[in-house]
């Protein structure tokens, strides 16, 4: 958007928020949008008979982004500047990052440096094969090369290392882990002691992702809330000054008693 048209866009009538009968128009003169949330530099005027052409500016401390909320105040003036995607949260939004669980990340990264690793191969080998062509094969009479072949002669010979080359990335890959992510959910579902016998329910695997990933936790921190504890907070083992107080019951009362 121009300053022009935002400066249009800012023109308006200004009632007072008594319910006088008086009015003024105004104009707000603002930059272009930016997602700097920190900064606004903007001036607002107002036409006679209130400031006399007066400039009037607008900091970061007169603004209000998008889905805040003003509280512990009678009332306000405020002008819709920046809408939509213009606005400094909606500028300053990223693009979401996929998620991917750790081995689905390491395998990308796995299969982009053997795609790179393989381009590297095909192309020595296709200067190389292409090389001894010109210099060894056309001296070979019953090869019968033509002594102009056409334009796309040069490619041959590294198309042909392509297909020999394309098994370092196996194809089946992708299938193969997918099966096995649907294995291990199985495995989930079928686990009896999985089971609670207060509620009477059963584990169920709902994303077949989640197995490697809880494969590879070695810590989990909680809170009080009881998400996790469900408010049973059980002071069973602790460890002072070296010293471990509890029993393996994981009584650390009787312990201590």
Known sequence: MTQEEQRDRGKGKW????????????????????????????NLRLFPPFLDNDVCPLTIKNTLLQ???????????GVAVYTGNETKLGMSRGIPEPKLTAVD????????????FQIVVV????????????????????????????????????????????????????????????????FIDWDLEMFDRETGVSSHA?????????????????DKTGTLTENKMVFKRCCIGGIFYGNENGDALKGLL
């Open 67 to 77: 889905s805040c909320y003003l509280r512990n105040t009678e009332w306000a003036c």
């Open 105 to 116: 990340a390491m395998i990308d990264k796995l299969t982009g440096a053997i795609f790179v």
């Open 123 to 186: 192309t020595v080998l296709g200067i190389a094969g292409n090389v001894w062509k010109d210099t060894e094969a056309r001296k070979q009479w019953y090869v019968q090369y033509p002594e102009e072949g056409p334009w796309y002669e040069l490619l041959i010979i590294p198309l042909r290392f392509e297909l020999l080359c394309s098994i370092m990335i196996p194809i089946s890959i992708k299938v193969s882990l997918d099966l096995v992510k649907s294995l291990y959910a199985k």
């Open 15 to 42: 009632a007072s928020p008594f319910g006088s009968s008086s009015q003024a128009q105004g104009v707000i003169e603002c930059p272009n949008p930016d997602k700097d949330i920190t900064r606004v530099d903007a």
């Open 206 to 222: 709902t994303n077949t992702a989640i197995s490697e990933d809880l494969g590879q936790v070695e810590y989990i921190l909680t």
